[in-house]
Nanobody
């Protein structure tokens, strides 16, 4: 499975960005897709996840709930992260990942990772 994240950039606080993660190579064997982020000097943390199959169950970190929305387009093998009302503390390198496990909030449960896309929110 190969993952390619894109859509990062520089945005002012209160603005929006949409990240995309394009998957290839056996993605249908995965249970879920997730987004994680890592700010400078901090550990990588869970942001959101969505199951890849028909039920589209989603999960969010408390820090982004109500502001971020994860969605998928199975026909295009793409997972999106719509980020609204961005805050300076959302600044981080954002990674998409794919998991066979149902424990989608845990970094160690993910089998494949993309290269990351930088999101910078200015105050």
């Amino acid at each position: 499975v190969q993952l390619q994240a894109s859509g990062g950039g520089l945005v002012q606080a209160g603005g929006s960005l949409r990240l995309s993660c394009t998957a290839s190579g056996g993605i249908f064997t995965m249970y879920a897709m997730g987004w994680f982020r890592q700010a400078p000097g901090k550990e990588r943390e869970f942001v959101a996840s969505i199951t890849w199959r028909s039920d589209s169950t989603t999960s969010y970190a408390d820090s982004v709930k109500g502001r971020f929305t994860i969605s998928r387009d199975n026909a295009k093998n793409v997972v999106y992260l719509q980020m609204n009302s961005l805050k300076p503390e959302d600044t981080a390198l954002y990674y998409c990942a794919a998991a066979r496990s149902k424990l989608t909030r845990y970094e160690w449960a993910y089998d494949y990772w993309g290269q990351g896309t930088q999101v910078t929110v200015s105050s």
